[in-house]
């Protein structure tokens, strides 16, 4: 297999602390984008709503990775599919995108909300989400994500605690 070696171009700072499947939604955080890049790098991108963010799933280990069909999330009524059917920590890469809402920029700082990454979270790209990049005619999808998915997005105030 080719390998690539890449390096993170920010830090995510502050926002969920901890990793959870659900309640994802309402919780502000910072990309930080590193001192390493000139400020111009995010010039004009105050102007979208919405980033494309790719981030490595820090906190997993190699021996997470599981290449076999599985339930999503051992829920037995869920059916067994592949490593690459997916969106967690199992995958090969460990990697993650996510479509953030851009609040506010304030220096390197990209304040954003609806960001399912936890603090420390290092960022291997950002860029503007394009309304034209996205998916092209109708979606098609088995029920099992929306159920799965239900509450993923609910604002994080409203989690029940454990």
């Not at 959870?20 to 930080?32: C, F, H, K, L, M």
């Amino acid at each position: 297999m080719t390998t690539y070696e890449v390096q993170a171009v920010a830090t995510v700072v502050g926002g969920h602390t901890r990793l959870q499947d659900d309640y994802q939604g309402g919780v502000e955080s910072i990309i930080r984008i590193d001192g390493a890049f000139p400020l111009e790098t995010l010039q004009g991108i105050e102007k979208f709503s919405h980033l494309t963010v790719t981030w490595h799933f820090h906190q997993a280990r190699p021996e997470d990775v599981q290449l076999h069909a599985r339930s999503p999330r051992g829920n037995p009524s869920w059916p067994a599919t592949g490593t690459f059917v997916h969106r967690n920590h199992r995958r090969p890469n460990q990697l993650a995108v996510s479509y953030p809402r851009l609040l506010r920029v304030n220096s390197r700082d990209l304040v954003v909300t609806d960001l399912d990454a936890v603090d420390g979270t290092p960022v291997l790209d950002v860029a503007p989400y394009f309304e034209q990049m996205g998916p092209r005619g109708s979606i098609r999808q088995p029920a099992w994500p929306g159920e799965m998915l239900a509450t993923y997005w609910d604002d994080a105030k409203g989690r029940p605690q454990s």
